[in-house]
């Protein structure tokens, strides 16, 4: 079936059948071209990160080709923990009221040494924002909605059984080899971006490598449903030496459709295979489960850790975003959530160069951005894997120490490391910042994601993220000077004149007093700040912004 033929409520189906859907190989006009057809940008990997960059593309004004080698979703619920920052991208791509719908919304997580509850944390303890601190959605979902998105656009061509074999690149662009159930054809790209995945095919096509470490345990994923008998909370609960799991480690999850992730910490000498057949899961989710809970088994998988990166993203007109070029261990919630942020990073960047305004410098600074974060995610990863699974003596009476220590103090609450959760990154080094030359209090440093917050306009509530333009946008605290309405690509936002800070937590939060004001980019970094600006400062801000300094 040709995928733009799928009814809309296929896009709304149970998990089996939203798992079942199939995208048809449709012919493209290309493959009959004499020549090679020239595209503006083609993402290979229909993935969420693939996905996302397509759509943000798009919704600027750009045409996308999107490859994928396959032709359906995910199968098993792979990535299910989205965070706040990768909701707040979605509701600008017009999919995270969707994705929160369907979601399971949590914000509590509790850790266990044995059978008892050492402590628990909110990773949203404020109110005020708009998103919770991570939802759980199965990721088949995540990319159901994302695929109906994109097929809304005209601006996006998806081609599933389009499989890329070769690239080669020239000065101004690159051109690719790609296999179909009709045979081979080539299509030149001025920017490809490589969103294909750990394994990225791209990658190895380039003869590029991740260097990393591969950390020597195995874990077993279990998806299970419940029905009945077993009663938990919609919270993230982490266990260390359970009693049902002695020696070893577990992570229970609530997902949609009263489905329970349930990781499960099994030694490097498991054998992957034997772990994954049902006579061997099902008694280790009773034991936990309890004797009397009913339940059946959803999808399993064994995995092993892995902290790995390229040396560099940005490889002449080809750029890797997401898995393909950099990969973490699961606890943390880092892996989708970050290639989230380098699609948002990479998308307006490409859009200013493909219009015109910028060179392809721009795109350059992409790769020393998410490089920096791709290095913080990796050592939050790291820390977190290597308490969850000590390799020395000493290392597990550190450990077993600091949990000790937890059930009463907080200072080893901070050491206790059962995965630092993803938060977004602050580019604190970014060549596009513009230093502080006013004093400020507070987080919202230039480099920084901007916090949301929550305010009126016109005596109906909305929020400070909704109100951000999809360029730059210059927030000022009271009425704008003229000149500000002047600055070309600059939108402007005025608090307390177009829309009101009803609440007084975004002055609050970006620690402002009247004729403060924020230069934000379009991927809501704040990359500039003032007490009160100048029209030569916000110009030379926005220059800084828009070209290369690496």
Known sequence: MNPRDIPPEAFHASGAEVQALEFGYVRSPDQDSPTPAQHPVVIVGAGPVGLSLAIDLAQRGQRVVVLDNDHKLSTGSRAICFAKRTLEIWDRLGVGQRMVDKGVSWNVGK??????????????????HERPAFINLQQYYAEAYLVERALQLPGIDIRWHNRVTAVEQHGDGALLTIDTPEGDYRIGAQWVAACDGSRSPLRQAMGLESKGRIFKDRFLIADVKLAGGAEFPTERWFWFDPPFHPGQSVLLHRQPDNVWRIDFQLGWDADPEEEKKPENILPRVQALLGPHAQFELDWASVYTFACLRMDRFVHGRVVFVGDSAHGVSPFGARGANSGMQDAENLAWKLDWVLQGRASAALVATYGPEREYAADENIANSTRATDFITPKSEISRLFRDAALHLARDHAFARRIVNSGRLSVPATLHASP???????????????????????????????????????????????????????????????????????????????????????????????????????????????????????
């Open 111 to 128: 850790v266990f040494l044995q059978d008892e509850q050492l402590y628990e944390f909110n990773l949203l303890p404020e109110a005020g």
């Open 432 to 550: 596009l910042n513009t230093p502080d030359t006013d004093a400020f209090a507070g987080p919202q440093v230039p480099g920084a994601v901007l916090l949301d917050a929550p305010l009126t306009r016109q005596g109906q509530p909305t929020w400070l993220l909704r109100a951000l333009g999809p360029q730059f946008t210059l927030i000022v605290f009271g009425a704008a000077p003229g000149w500000a309405l002047e600055v070309p690509q600059v939108q402007v936002l005025q608090i307390g004149v177009e829309v009101h800070d009803s609440e007084g937590l975004a002055a609050q939060r970006l620690d402002a007093l009247p004729h403060t004001a924020y230069l934000v980019r379009p991927d809501q970094h704040v990359c500039a700040r003032w007490r009160a600006p100048t029209e030569a400062a916000v110009r030379a801000a926005l220059a800084r912004a828009t070209t290369a300094h690496v």
